[in-house]
């Protein structure tokens, strides 16, 4: 098949390019602004995505204000100059809501074509407490978009229940994380490396797991935690020394994705026993980098991971069951081995980076595609 020239010499036609709105942009943006960092660092061809930050690098309600009205003046630009660009609205709850009600509106008054991507550890319960006038505007918001996409089985049936979403608009897309390439040999006789990546705070189950290494279970154990995330990383430091963790757990704060990887590549186990998740980028790293994966199943885990095959699940705020399974697996190289080898299966097969912007970019054309063949006018 014949290569089109712009693949070659130059950006793509406006009309297979897309605009992705995110709060906090790649750098401020959490584990959204991560994920399509990733994509822009994957794609095949530069400025086929685009990325305008909608919040700053934390709300405050002016610079906040300043920032989602210039990502209208970008929908509007765009769709004066480039009708067939995408639209993609990263949204999640609380204050994202809010912002993207205004953005939506704005891409619907233009006739702008628009996805909303939905990444909410809970999404169902943020919805459900709002009062009856913000829900009808939420399911409006959803209704009107050109296409829904979801991490996984739960937020689709939120999407279909509790939105009114058609079923034929919403699209299950899981999140991805780039190849670091085949693990290193990890020796059985080596210390035991435990990271844990993410913001310190109990959604992602910082005070049971410090209550977990703190546990009977696993003393006489050689093994070593890292604790990597923001938050408030002072008050856990003080928590672990108050637990007699302070030789044996580092809290470094929040890493780069260089940091990332070099912690990885030491690790042997990743641990994440969040509350709730859409589907943990942190997961993601620790199949990845071959690491045993422990953590909760909540979101979109138990789509895609198998317990004591692909990861081991806990339940949920249990110290003693989360002391008890990373201790075995502490204890266990060959177990640790057989886990982290599937789990690296599953990544190659299912999570890499390439195969989730081919995916994008088939539902991107898939959206632009009626609006370009029929000439729309802008």
Known sequence: MQVPAYRLSGPPPAEESVRHHVPGGCE???????????????????????????????????????????????????????????????????????????????????????????????????????????????????????????????????????????????????????????????????????????????????PELLAALAHPAMQGVPWRATLAGGGPVEDYRTEARRLGLGERVAMPGWLTEPQTRALCAGADILVLPSHGEGMAMAVLEGLAHGLAVVTTRVGAHGDVLEHDRTCLFVPVGDAEALAATLARLVRDPAQRRRIAEAGRALYLSDMAIHGYVRRLSDLHRDLAAPRHLQGDPA
């Open 28 to 206: 401020d943006g959490g584990g959204i602004g991560r994920l399509i960092g990733y994509v822009v660092e994957a794609q095949p061809v530069e400025g086929t995505h685009l990325v305008q930050d909608t919040r700053g690098p934390r709300w405050r309600p002016l610079p906040s204000a300043l920032r989602l009205g210039a990502a209208i003046l970008a929908l509007a630009g765009d769709r004066i100059r480039h009708p067939g660009r995408v639209q993609h609205i990263h949204i999640a709850g609380r204050g994202s809501t809010a912002r993207k009600l205004i953005l939506t509106a704005a891409a619907r008054a233009l006739g702008s074509t628009h996805l909303l991507h939905l990444h909410d550890f809970d999404y169902a319960a943020d919805f459900i407490r709002r009062p009856a006038w913000q829900q009808r505007l939420i399911r409006h918001m959803f209704r009107r978009a050109d296409r829904v996409v979801v991490l996984g089985e739960r937020d689709r049936d939120t999407a279909l229940g509790l939105l009114g979403v058609p079923a034929d608009r919403v699209s299950i897309l899981r999140n991805c994380v780039p190849d670091p390439g085949p693990p290193p040999a990890r020796p059985d006789h080596r210390m035991c490396r435990i990271v844990f990546l993410g913001q310190l705070g109990p959604r992602k189950g910082v």
